[in-house]
């Protein structure tokens, strides 16, 4: 029996959703305003970067991708969304791996089920629209974005990656254990265990002996949403399973310490965790 999170709902069928999100939102994310004084803006001088869209299971779904503007077959790293969806800060994020050598490419993963750009309260994004995103969908988009890569002529997804904050964190995990062909994830500050339903049967405690790929996860102690009992338990399901997977914890560290344009950033933490993740990618064979 398949042991990836598509087998597991066999009852799910995404082909007939509408596809509600056609293009990707400008700025950032209202649930989240006012944007900090502290906000990276990384120009795109030196690459090609812009909207793309990425033919999927369905339908196609918008996506930002970011390389080099000169040469081809670039190391691909899969940018995976925080709670708020595909916005200026993600954006960003893949600027800054490619100018790091990268084809980083950020698929809009609500596209089936609505866009939180304009919505302003965090409960009602999680009900309206996080809530209803099937895992099974998110890998199978995914999935449909390294084939985009692939097929771009500019992406060598024999040199894959992935990396994710917040709700993109969780799905690193859930993702290294679905694809046998990725090299290595960094998973930012996602989410290890939470109650499971129809649509999201396992999280990344239950998954530990299916990881295919290495993965490097980043912390923070202080962090409400996340206790530090479900990263310890964590530590200890890759030591027990023999995963060379490792997990950072800063101490006193917030959620969303990476995330410039809210006051959790904390810029000690967010360029360690940045040096550490492109160190992870290169020595996985993500590299450069």
């Known amino acids: 029996m398949r042991n990836d999170l598509t ?16 293009t990707l939102a400008t700025g950032f994310a209202l649930a989240v305003q ?16 812009g909207e793309v869209k990425i033919p999927a299971t369905g339908g196609e779904i918008p996506a ?6 000169k040469g081809s077959s670039f190391p691909v790293i899969l940018v995976v969304q925080e709670i708020f969806g595909v916005h200026e ?6 600027r800054r791996l490619a100018k790091a050598g990268y084809l980083a490419v950020a698929p809009e993963l609500y596209a089936r089920q609505g866009d939180v750009s304009k919505q302003t309260d965090i409960q009602e994004i999680i009900k309206s629209v996080v809530s209803k995103v099937p895992d099974a969908q998110v890998m199978s988009d995914l999935d449909a974005t390294v084939a985009w890569a ?12 992935v990396t994710g904050f ?7 995990w859930l993702y290294s254990a679905h694809n046998p062909k990725l090299k290595a994830g960094v998973a930012w500050y996602g989410r290890l265990t939470s109650a499971v339903d129809d649509l999201h049967p396992k999280h990344p405690l239950d998954i530990v002996a299916d990881l295919k790929a290495p993965v490097l996860g980043l912390y923070g102690g202080a962090d409400t949403g996340i206790p530090n009992d479900t990263v310890d338990k964590m530590q200890q399901a890759l030591k027990a399973a023999n995963k060379p997977s490792e997990i950072v914890l800063y101490p006193d560290t917030p959620h969303g310490f990476n995330a410039d344009y809210r006051p959790t950033y904390r810029k000690d933490k967010a360029d360690d965790g940045w040096q550490k993740m492109l160190a992870w990618f290169k020595k996985n064979g993500v590299n450069s």
Do not use: M
Not at 64 to 69: D, E, F, N
Not at 89 to 94: A, E, P, S
Not at 166 to 172: A, M, S, T
């Open 89 to 94: 800060h993600i954006k960003d994020l893949c």
């Open 7 to 22: 087998a597991l709902q066999p009852n799910f069928d995404f082909n007939r959703r509408d596809f509600v999100v056609a």
């Open 150 to 161: 692939g097929k771009s002529g500019q992406g060598d997804v024999s040199k894959l990656g």
């Open 64 to 69: 930002y991708q970011a390389r080099p503007a």
């Open 34 to 49: 006012p944007v900090s004084a502290q906000t990276i803006k990384t120009d795109a001088e030196g690459l090609n970067a």
């Open 166 to 172: 917040c709700w993109g964190g969780r799905i690193v």
